[in-house]
């Protein structure tokens, strides 16, 4: 009874993320009629003018290869899976309603090579692509040299809707130029980060249980940190920190993966009345919070952080840990294992911080520069992204929460809010490979203290930032 009254105040008193600092206004809502099609459990309308058909048009997707995104435009036919089987009617839905052959094309899996591809596509003018879906690290470079179009000259596209995320709007416009964007058309996007425990091992050994704490808007990273930073097991007895299952953490999770924990906390550039960027990375909360994660992850007895990346091993197979951080996708795999798992939300920085927040993850909309036909590429987008929200995102959901048949209900409520509330940063976005939004885990990885850690790296960094602004603010479309 008290975990119902949990979840209906939680479910009352939520309220969707909004971006922080002062924002311009999102793309206009150009349209005058709208089509009836009602998502499955809500009132949302997609919003194109009736009748639209461009008359069997192949559409091309030039799209980025990874492991995450594998399945992330095509689903060739019905199978009985639940999300591609919410792919493939989305796409059919589309082609439907507006008369089109979607067609994915699939770079493999090198940036440089889909750099040059985008670019040569786009100087040549061959309008061989409709539309792009790319990751950060690519095309905010792209855009920033001008090879894609200024969305808030695109039709359809409204940030008011919620398949669009106005966070990525927001955030990585500058001035009135506009190039990416966050949509549902993008399953990628909703691979993002979450606090995995182990059950039955929290009941075990008496800790308080997430789910009610963070219905109760108790779940901090200071509990979290309180929780394991003690808590190991040398369940071998040999004296030696080991990974292979013979010791118990509290806490488990590789560096390269979990680096990303500080752009939770810390906003590394913040926007202007102007929609220019300020770096505000440096301040006394930063350095309280790098400092409290790097002794939390780096030096406590219940923590084991080495260097590499965190896969679902030592929660499920191992069971080496009571707490790790995963991303939602790890679901699907951790149902071949018999552990009795829970998902929680990265935890707040404390209890005045009103909402969970995810960091963006994915891949990100943008339209070619040298586009032909904007109202074909915008109104395709718009809706592969209504349908998107209205079948893949609850299939995805659904495929989420199933542990060996069962439905977890608090871990929906929990996965739900997690992709309700993503948040964008443009100092995160176009930080590169070795700017702010990689310095905890170079900052773990060295035995320098924070003032003389940030001295040595925010000239550069900072360089980075200003040099990728006053690029997209001096663009002309």
């Not at 200071?222 to 920190?241: A, C």
């Amino acid at each position: 009874m008290k975990r119902l009254l949990c979840l209906l105040i939680a479910m009352l008193v939520m309220l969707p993320l909004t971006a922080c600092g002062d924002t311009v206004e999102g793309p206009a809502d150009t349209t005058d009629a709208e089509t009836t099609t009602d998502t499955a459990d809500t009132e949302l309308k997609l919003q194109l003018p009736e009748g639209l058909d461009y008359e069997g048009y192949t559409f091309h997707i030039y799209t980025f290869d990874h492991s995450a995104y594998s399945i992330e435009h095509i689903a060739e036919d019905l199978n009985g899976d639940v999300l591609n089987d919410a792919i493939f009617n989305r796409n059919l839905d589309v082609s439907d309603l507006l008369n089109v052959q979607l067609t994915p094309v699939i770079n493999p899996w090198n940036n440089e090579d889909f750099r040059a591809n985008v670019m040569a596509a786009v100087m040549s003018g061959s309008d061989d692509y409709d539309v792009f879906t790319g990751n950060m690290y690519n095309t905010t470079y792209l855009s920033a040299e001008g090879y894609f179009y200024n969305v808030n000259n695109a039709p359809f596209i409204s940030m008011d809707n919620p398949w669009w995320n106005k966070s990525s709007y927001d955030e990585l416009s500058i001035g009135k130029n506009a190039y990416l964007l966050m949509g549902d058309m993008c399953l990628s996007n909703y691979n993002l980060e979450a606090v995995f425990f182990n059950r039955d091992m929290v009941e075990d050994y008496d800790m308080e249980d997430p789910y009610t704490l963070a219905y109760e808007n108790e779940w901090t990273i200071d509990k979290l940190i309180s929780m394991t930073k003690d808590f190991y097991i040398d369940r071998n007895g040999n004296g030696v920190r080991d990974e292979d299952g013979s010791d118990l953490y509290g806490f488990h999770g590789k560096l390269q993966s979990i680096y990303n924990l500080s752009n939770y906390y810390v906003d590394i550039t913040t926007k202007t009345a102007e929609n220019y960027i300020d770096v505000t990375f440096h301040s006394e909360k930063t350095e309280s919070i790098f400092n409290k994660l790097k002794t939390w992850m780096v030096e406590s007895e219940g923590s084991y952080c080495p260097m590499g990346w965190t896969g679902a091993g030592p929660l499920a197979e191992e069971m080496s840990c009571v707490f790790t951080i995963l991303t939602l996708n790890q679901c699907a795999a951790l149902r071949d294992y018999d552990v009795r798992y829970g998902v929680v939300p990265i935890p707040k920085y404390d209890q005045l911080q009103e909402n969970y927040i995810a960091t963006a993850a994915g891949l990100l909309v943008c339209f070619p520069a040298s586009i032909s036909n904007i109202e074909r590429s915008a109104a395709v987008a718009d809706a592969l992204s209504f349908y998107g929200r209205k079948y893949v995102y609850p299939a995805y959901v659904e495929n989420s929460i199933l542990t060996k048949g069962t439905r977890d209900e608090d871990a929906q409520f929990m996965i739900e809010t997690i992709l309700d509330n993503v948040k964008y940063n443009f100092g995160v976005a176009f930080g590169g490979f070795q700017g702010y939004g990689y310095a905890l885990l170079e900052y773990c990885k060295g035995n320098q203290g924070f003032g003389s850690f940030y001295a040595s790296m925010s000239t550069a960094s900072d360089k980075e930032l200003f040099d990728y602004a006053d690029k997209i603010m001096a663009l002309e479309q």
